[in-house]
């Protein structure tokens, strides 16, 4: 005979969100980070970072989406997306979605930990034990990225991202500092109240990365994964050529080898070379991509939980980019708190189309006392954290260190001064 069990009292949520703060800073960046309070005590963490426009998700969360979260149950996180969404009538682009990323990352993390269940159980459980990561290894010249690899292979890293300086170029590609040695945040300059310009030729730089990943290869033999990153600056012709002498290399993946915006152009790129492609870091939501991802002119997508509008939205994409072969490379610059990361960590854990994480945050005492959290790294793999909710904290005392400094991209020109991509 079949035992029935009695049913259970259905679980409604009477909780509602009482207050929600805003904190901008961090050891070395800007970090927005968001913390959403409930009458039953429970809170919720996300981040709103936008690297180097930081206030501006702050001001939309405080000036437009916090007023009207006050009172509002937040296990509908599915409504209050689309409310924001929907509701905004101006939609888009990457202030507002990070602003709406923030909550909706801070309203799984709340669900979560009311189920008393680490996030990726409400996606469906684990995919995989440790989810691979690739760390930046930069030179101001070849010799230079060479130990920068060697130092991620000896701490036991599967996949390193290479970018190298150019000679002749007169100032440093993108990615690369101009001085020897690791430096650590050479995407945000604090230093003055404009950005810095730096010039860029596409013909030398053309010509020489293939001899750098040769020596790269030289010294490295196949097994290790390595992925380069063109941030946009080839035209699609010149793509289609770099993508083809880079065939052999084997790279992990090619990333934006041309500006995001011009869709088309992979096409050309797709019908010279079988080099994987890596496109989506500047991409705010699903109708960015779509045609990208079902057209399968792309092989990775690199969408980030903040600025693609939280993980209600980068969920479904996953789902879209797994029907066409895509698979996950969320972005990961250092610009992304613990937080993001945490959330994309989940997805990771998750996804069945996972494919890589780029990850740069862990590892400074500074970073790990603001955000306090037992996600480890282990031989170039994350192992997300079994805690309720994201697995992160929020260590508001350690805050009050930090306040908001400004910072800028650089400006990259031609020669003859006229502007690029940066
Ligand atoms: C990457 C990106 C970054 C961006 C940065 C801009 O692949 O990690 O290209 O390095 O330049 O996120 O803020
Ligand atoms: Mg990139």
């Known amino acids: 005979m079949i035992a029935v069990r009695k049913q259970e009292e259905a679980v409604e949520s009477t909780m509602k969100i009482t207050k929600a703060e805003v904190f901008v800073g961090g050891p070395g960046k800007n970090y927005v980070t968001l913390k959403i309070m409930t009458d039953e005590g429970i809170y919720g963490l996300g981040d709103a970072t936008l690297n180097n426009r930081e206030t501006l998700p702050a001001a939309y969360l405080v000036d437009y989406l916090i007023p009207c979260l006050i009172g509002k149950d937040p296990c509908n996180s599915e409504d209050l997306w689309q409310y924001f969404y929907r509701g905004a009538y101006f939609r888009r682009g990457p202030i507002a979605m990070a602003a709406f990323g923030a909550i909706d990352m801070a309203l799984w993390d709340i669900k979560a930990k009311m189920a008393g269940m680490p996030l990726y159980q409400l996606f469906g459980g684990k995919s995989r034990d440790g989810a691979m990561v690739y760390a930046h290894a930069t030179g101001a010249d070849i010799d230079d990225l060479i130990d920068s690899v060697a130092n991620y292979v000896d701490k036991g890293y599967k996949a390193v991202r290479v970018q190298c300086g150019i000679p002749g170029m007169p100032s440093s590609s993108y990615g690369v500092s101009e001085t020897r040695g690791t430096v650590d945040n050479y995407i945000t300059d604090f230093s003055g109240s404009v950005p810095n310009e730096e010039i860029w030729d596409s013909e030398k730089y053309m010509r020489y990365m293939p ?3 040769d020596k790269l290869r030289d010294t490295f033999g196949f097994e290790l994964k390595l992925l380069h990153d063109v941030h946009h600056r080839l035209l699609p012709r010149e793509a289609a050529q770099f993508a083809r002498e880079m065939e052999q290399y084997r790279l992990f993946w090619l990333e934006d080898p041309t500006p995001a915006e011009n869709q088309d152009a992979l096409r050309l790129l797709r019908q010279h070379s079988t080099i994987p492609i890596a496109i989506g870091e500047v991409f705010n939501s699903v109708w960015d991509c779509n045609k990208l991802i079902e057209d399968e002119l792309i092989d990775f997508i690199r969408v980030a939980v903040t600025y693609a509008g939280g993980i209600t939205p980068v969920k479904r994409l996953v789902d879209l980019a797994g029907m066409h072969n895509v698979r996950t490379g969320f972005h990961g610059a250092p610009s992304h708190s613990p937080i993001s990361m945490a959330a994309q960590g989940h997805l990771n854990a998750w996804a069945p189309n996972f494919g890589i994480q780029e ?3 862990l590892g400074t005492p500074e970073c790990d ?12 793999l994350f192992h997300v954290s079994d805690e309720p909710g994201l697995g992160v904290d929020f260590d508001e ?9 400004q910072g800028f991209h650089p400006v990259a020109r031609l020669e003859d001064g006229t502007l690029w991509n940066y």
């Open 211 to 213: 001899e750098a990943m």
């Open 359 to 361: 990850y740069l945050v």
């Open 369 to 380: 006392a603001l955000f306090p959290s037992s996600h480890t790294m282990t031989d170039g």
């Open 397 to 405: 005392n350690e805050a009050k260190r930090y306040s908001y400094v």
